[in-house]
């Protein structure tokens, strides 16, 4: 009986704790948007021409997230019927936003005017692929 209690303990512990972090992790993404939304990001085509620039330099956001223990116990749960998981949509939600907030923070402390050709990736992470890694890469010019 101790153990069944430890559990659902740990599993609303679990629960509370990644709902208070992923909520304070979407205020920080909300307020720094806010403070990069002035720098464009564009994707050109193979063919298209790329504006003229003074300088050019890579700049690359990496992010590595994981789930929190609430969301992996569902997400083994939801394995069992198949169908949307949910539960790691928010994740990769999170993570795709924070890479690309890291390489624009980049980009606008080197003085970029704007970021072009920007690419996405994304990787499972971790011994139970419970973790994401995104990485977003653009040409800063200025």
Same mark, same amino acid.
């Given at each position: 009986?101790?153990?069944?209690?430890?559990?659902?303990?740990?599993?609303?512990?679990?629960?509370?704790?990644?709902?208070?972090?992923?909520?304070?992790?979407?205020?920080?993404?909300?307020?720094?948007?806010?403070?990069?939304?002035?720098?464009?990001?564009?994707?050109?085509?193979?063919?298209?021409?790329?504006?003229?620039? /003074? !300088? @050019?330099? $890579?700049?690359?956001?990496?992010?590595? %997230? &994981?789930?929190?223990?609430f969301?992996?116990?569902?997400?083994?749960?939801?394995?069992?019927?198949?169908?949307?998981?949910?539960?790691?949509?928010?994740?990769?939600?999170?993570?795709? /936003? !924070? @890479?690309? $907030?890291?390489?624009?923070?980049?980009? %606008? &402390?080197?003085?970029?005017?704007?970021?072009?050709?920007?690419?996405?990736?994304?990787?499972?992470?971790?011994?139970?692929?419970?973790?994401?890694?995104v990485?977003?890469?653009?040409?800063?010019?200025r």
């Amino acid at each position: 009986m101790d153990d069944v209690a430890i559990f659902l303990s740990l599993l609303a512990l679990g629960y509370f704790c990644g709902l208070y972090f992923e909520k304070k992790h979407y205020q920080s993404l909300k307020e720094r948007e806010r403070q990069t939304h002035h720098l464009p990001m564009v994707t050109f085509g193979a063919k298209q021409t790329i504006p003229e620039a /003074r !300088e @050019a330099a $890579l700049f690359i956001g990496s992010v590595v %997230i &994981a789930a929190d223990y609430f969301k992996t116990f569902a997400s083994s749960l939801k394995n069992l019927f198949g169908g949307r998981m949910v539960l790691y949509e928010g994740l990769l939600e999170r993570g795709r /936003r !924070e @890479a690309v $907030l890291r390489m624009k923070e980049q980009a %606008i &402390a080197w003085g970029a005017t704007q970021v072009v050709n920007v690419r996405m990736e994304t990787s499972n992470i971790g011994t139970n692929k419970n973790g994401i890694e995104v990485i977003v890469y653009g040409t800063g010019i200025r």
